[in-house]
């Protein structure tokens, strides 16, 4: 070894002597520390919306924010009520029932609509008519049959109130934007103070959406009967079920997991301590990560949920590295402070190592264009950090303080042995078979290689939700008989006032709702409810004024005549007209109605739909795409390239960073091969097993890297080290693995275990993020214990050593 190499031993040599000396002092110290850090944890917060995937001055999420003052929530809950009697007294009453309850009890409510309160506009004489589809309550056969033909004629209900074979009809519940104002007391509802300013407006809070849904749960559960069957989807209902069941399965199978390492490390380590101190530096460590993220004010977001995961599988990993040598050297009957000066100067350097590469890795991922993978990329690597310092700077302090029973333990030489005698026969058969093993290595990763072209990149969340759950049945059977849940939205600016007076502009809305139908039917992928636009009201109006004549469903040629259309519209009491356009008509808004899908598929959809519009509209009219569904789709847009290149910095920091800390090039550059081929493998066999690269799929590479890279530095110092001391390949492999390789062992059988349990989850996205974990864990081992001394023989190899490998490298 290296002088300097030594001085970095002799100096934690010296740091754990010094823990030893005073460790309650070290202990008070960090009582303080995690006192005044922790104290920021009541700060926390979790923000699980759509928006919080953006950075604050992201122009797509300034926009969106500024579509929703102009026009309220995108968002409905949506109420489908399926029954072979629609048109019926019966029927009409009880939906008529349900509207006004709903509206009674629903908080910070904005609208509903139904077969109740739809716009109906016709012409009576001279006279333009618009009021509530039922108004006029129908009483007889007669009023139900003429009920039935407008609902049924209605092109502009379609899809949106009634469905096309009219077994259902939906209601549709819009919420505001922001909280009620709180009033001073002493004020009535229509009354402020006269000398404060107006309250800040506050948006609805998760929480709050959370009590207004299931208030619409139990006024639901009331009116449901046989012939009254309703479902209840949305994307409010699906986002929050969503939030719900990802909080609570996360909550259950990292408890579940936490358990069973737990249980793995009393029995591979059989001691109370080696079970207890790794799972403390982990608790310390994320509990720290969390303050210090509530200190800078960032919230948890859906992908930082994998955080705690994370944090487990480097705190216990660099934990069992210490302990496992730790209580080899006790059980060859050496003290506490010695054992753990040993296992200190053996293991301190490396962990330090992978500390720094993991998390400079990590910190590649602070540029994302996405918020949630930054936050990730930044406080993950903080959070290594923290657990650097909490293993080697409180870990042997706990010890020192610990009991620990320091008699050599005989009944343990069976156990040790079958260790021992795996890790041997590894060493042995990677000396006899170096060459053979590099060449099925390659082999191998060349077939995996082949499938990564093949991987999909696919998000779409209902899908996560288990077939059986009633939201995602209500969703599906939504999207199928009403043709779709969620609006995807556009607008369009004319660039002048009056702009869509214009009959060209206003045929050319006309034109692309067109276009949208048709697209989503020929491409095969996606498809169209509905469309909703200016348009529509304006041929609407125009056949009403024309007695009611369909022939007259059109837009007028005249832009005066238009004008005046929409004048006549607005007089006649209606508000409908500032849903699709500005007060100044300039800016139209087209929406269009599209199922819970693959926000992948939307991709292209909306760079056709903007193409089309450019198109039609030319360049004097200036077209954005906004809405909540557009959120969606740009972000795992927007994660998919910006996780993949933050995947590559990261790759070339590590690599780069591995040949610094390894002091040689062609060390540096080879030690990747071990690194590479477990992530290589598993994005392989996704692609060879067509399993969906989303959002969380896409996160299992944050913890690959901290394992993988772990595993790899500790083999490649530790063997250095016995190589310079032996000048054996052959020898320092098997001191490598006797040493180093029986942590690696223990803490990989740990860890895929309880990474394991999460396939038991419900949830599709959760078992695929156990099973790749784990899958990953387990081929990263397998690249360290087989690959990496395959590939350390053939590059040191000497004849005289291989001439000594038995023939045979059984157990």
Not at 54 to 67: R, S
Not at 108 to 127: H, P
Not at 267 to 275: A, D, V, Y
């Amino acid at each position: 070894m290296s002088r300097s190499g030594q001085r970095i031993e002799q100096f934690f040599a010296e740091l754990t002597r010094f823990q030893f000396r005073f460790p309650k002092m070290i202990l008070a110290g960090w009582i303080l520390f995690f006192a005044l850090l922790w104290s920021q944890m009541t700060q926390i917060r979790m923000e699980t919306s759509t928006e919080s995937f953006f950075h604050e001055d992201d122009p797509v999420l300034i926009a969106y924010e500024q579509f929703r003052e102009d026009y309220g929530r995108d968002e409905v809950i949506i109420l489908a009520i399926e029954s072979e009697n629609i048109f019926s007294l019966e029927f009409l009453s009880q939906l008529r029932r349900l509207h006004e309850e709903l509206e009674e009890k629903v908080p910070n409510l904005e609208e509903i609509t139904s077969m109740v309160n739809a716009r109906s506009t016709y012409g009576e004489a001279d006279e333009l008519i618009v009021e509530d589809l039922l108004e006029n309550f129908p009483e007889s056969e007669e009023d139900l049959n003429a009920l039935r033909q407008r609902v049924m004629g209605n092109k502009l209900y379609r899809n949106l109130l009634i469905s096309a074979g009219g077994d259902a009809t939906t209601l549709t519940i819009r919420t505001s934007l922001y909280q009620s104002p709180k009033l001073e007391e002493g004020f009535g509802p229509a009354q402020i103070s006269p000398n404060k300013p107006e309250p800040e407006l506050e948006l609805l809070s998760d929480e709050q959406i959370h009590q207004l849904l299931q208030i619409v749960s139990e006024v639901v559960e009331k009116y449901e009967s046989e012939d009254f069957v309703i479902h209840l989807a949305g994307s409010p209902i699906v986002t929050d079920n969503l939030k719900l069941s990802l909080k609570k399965n996360m909550q259950l199978f990292l408890g579940m997991a936490v358990g069973s390492i737990a249980i793995f490390l009393f029995l591979l380590l059989r001691r109370i301590s080696g079970m207890i101190l790794p799972l403390l530096a982990v608790i310390f460590s994320l509990i720290s990560t969390l303050s210090v993220m509530s200190y800078f004010d960032t919230a948890i977001k859906l992908p930082t949920q994998i955080l705690p995961s994370f944090l487990l599988a480097v705190g216990i990993g660099a934990s069992v590295h210490i302990l496992s040598i730790f209580f080899v050297e006790i059980r060859k009957g050496k003290n506490k402070e010695e054992a753990m000066v040993e296992s200190m100067s053996h293991s301190a350097l490396p962990i330090v190592m992978t500390s720094i590469t993991t998390a400079v890795g990590l910190w590649s991922f602070a540029g994302a264009e996405v918020a949630p993978i930054a936050d990730l990329g930044i406080y993950s690597g903080a959070g290594v950090m923290i657990c650097l310092g909490v293993t080697l700077f409180l870990l042997p302090t706990l010890i020192a303080l610990v009991p620990i029973w320091t008699k050599p333990m005989e009944t343990s030489e069976s156990k040790r042995g079958v260790l021992d005698q795996v890790l041997f026969w590894l060493s042995t058969f990677s000396a006899r078979h170096a060459g053979k093993i590099l060449l099925v290595s390659i082999l191998v990763l060349g077939f995996f290689i082949g499938g990564i072209p093949k991987i999909r990149f696919a998000h779409n969340m209902v899908t996560w939700l288990p077939d059986s759950w009633p939201v995602r049945q209500a969703s599906d059977w939504i999207d199928h008989k009403m043709q779709g849940s969620i609006m995807l939205e556009f607008l369009i600016d004319s660039g002048k006032e009056n702009g869509f007076h214009d009959p060209v502009l206003l045929n050319h809305l006309e034109e692309m709702s067109v276009y949208a139908k048709s697209y989503a039917r020929e491409n095969g992928q996606t498809f169209v409810g509905n469309v909703i636009t200016l348009s529509d009201i304006l041929k609407e109006i125009h056949k009403a004024l024309n007695n009611n004549q369909e022939e007259f469903a059109a837009i007028p040629e005249d832009p005066q005549l238009i004008a005046q259309e929409f004048l006549l519209f607005e007089n006649s009491g209606a508000d409908e007209l500032e849903d699709v356009v500005d007060s100044q008509f300039r800016t139209a808004r087209f929406s269009v109605k599209v199922p819970w899908d693959n926000a992948a598929y939307y991709v292209k959809f909306v760079e056709d739909m903007n193409a089309e519009f450019k198109k039609k509209f030319g360049p004097e009219v200036q077209i954005s795409t906004t809405g909540i569904l557009f959120l969606l789709t740009t972000s795992i847009d927007l994660m998919m390239h910006s996780t993949v290149i933050s995947y590559l910095i990261a790759g070339a920091l590590i690599t780069l960073l591995m040949i610094l800390l390894l002091r040689s090039l062609k060390l540096g550059l080879l030690s990747m091969y071990p690194n590479f081929f477990p992530i290589l493998i598993t994005l392989g066999m996704m692609g060879w097993l067509d399993i969906p690269m989303d959002m969380f799929s896409m996160l299992i590479g944050s913890i690959a890297i901290g394992l993988v890279v772990d595993d790899t530095i500790h083999f490649m110092h530790n063997y250095r080290r016995y190589f310079a001391e032996t000048g054996s390949p052959v020898k320092a492999v098997e001191k490598t693995l006797e040493t180093t390789g029986r942590a690696m062992l223990l803490t990989t059988l740990v860890l895929s275990t309880g990474f394991g349990l999460f396939m038991f989850s419900p949830m599709l996205n959760l078992f695929y993020f156990g099973w790749l974990t784990a899958m990953t864990l387990v081929l990263a081992l397998a690249a360290d214990l087989l690959i990496a001394p395959a590939m350390m023989i053939l590059l040191d190899r000497r004849k005289s050593d291989l001439e000594k490998v038995p023939q045979t490298a059984g157990m």
